[in-house]
């Protein structure tokens, strides 16, 4: 059973960023797989660079769960963002891919 880490962050936009610029920053829980905590947080940190998000810190608490329990973890967790994160099948075949799944972003402006 592959191990799954939510981690969230504070980020803020980089240039070409997926973030539009009129966003100062979020919030957002990132899901990743790894034997440990480090590797799970390094596979999250690459993902950010790549999307040109620069995080601001590592927010706690961090938890781990297993990857069948997906559905279970947004119905509890994100129950208004069931039909915008994907179902179970999906995050099983991106989590055992290595890649990472953000949840909702919390965004704040940058006023």
């Known amino acids: 059973m592959l191990k799954v880490f939510i981690v969230p962050f504070h980020v803020k936009g980089l240039e070409n960023s997926i973030m539009p610029p009129e966003i100062g920053g979020a919030y957002v829980t990132c899901y990743s797989q790894g034997d440990t905590y480090v590797e799970a947080v390094e596979n999250i940190l690459k993902k ?27 119905k509890e967790t994100w ?33």
Do not use: C
């Not at 950010?48 to 947004?74: F, R």
């Not at 099983?92 to 965004?107: D, L, R």
């Open 48 to 74: 950010l660079a790549e999307d040109g998000l620069h995080p601001e810190e590592i927010l706690e608490p961090v938890h781990e769960m297993d990857v069948d329990s997906w559905d279970d973890h947004v």
């Open 79 to 111: 129950p208004d963002y069931t039909n915008n994160l994907p179902r179970q099948s999906e995050f099983a075949e991106s989590i055992g891919a290595n890649q990472v799944v953000y949840g909702p972003f919390g965004s704040y402006d940058s006023k």
